[in-house]
């Protein structure tokens, strides 16, 4: 049976190669990401290659978080339920402390954490309304290994994403709502 998959950060990367692969499996696709021409290409890709999928795609700055409850009801409506939404989206540019880049650093933080939580409490506002849905966080293995240098801002919002979804898990085990 057709899932309906939202995925964020889909125009490239770990979202554009999952996107493939549910539709490969027959799923019905919701895409969004800032780069919307990246979408429209993947879009076409993919009603060519696998005739028959559903593929509907909109622009979303994760950033600016009341689009990112905007977009995800607006899925919903369309489809009529969301049964897995992935929180793929995300930046890498942390640069190391005291080098004068604070603000990639501060923007990494809140991309890769705030706006990764404005996500999930999208998309758990959808699947408590429904009383079902999957929730996917995509984390790092730099999250796991501690990756040295500039990118310690990156590691530490994927460590930090990591926990906060275990203590989520923990709050949900009598329902039918799951975190991976």
Do not use: W
Not at 34 to 58: I, M, Q, W, Y
Not at 109 to 136: D, K
Not at 154 to 170: E, I, M, N, P, W
């Amino acid at each position: 049976m057709a899932r309906t998959i939202l995925i964020t950060g889909a125009s490239s990367g770990l979202g554009e190669g999952m996107a493939r692969e549910f539709a490969a499996r027959g799923d019905r696709l919701a895409l969004c990401a800032r780069r919307t021409e990246r979408l429209d290409h993947l879009k076409a890709e993919l009603e060519r290659d696998f005739p028959g999928v559903t593929v509907s795609v909109r622009a979303l700055d994760v950033d600016n978080h009341d689009q990112v409850f905007e977009v995800f009801r607006a899925f919903q409506s369309e489809f009529g339920t969301l049964d897995r939404v992935i929180v793929n989206a995300g930046i890498g540019h942390g640069q190391a402390l005291g080098t004068g880049n604070f603000e990639a650093n501060r923007q990494t933080a809140e991309t890769n954490f705030v706006s990764a939580l404005a996500q999930m409490e999208a998309a758990m506002e959808i699947f408590r309304q429904q009383g079902e849905g999957h929730l996917v966080t995509v984390s790092s293995v730099s999250a796991v290994r501690g990756m040295p240098g500039s990118i310690n801002t990156y590691a530490a919002t994927k460590v930090a994403l990591r926990h906060f979804r275990k203590g989520c898990v923990s709050n949900l085990q009598r329902r039918n709502l799951r975190f991976v």
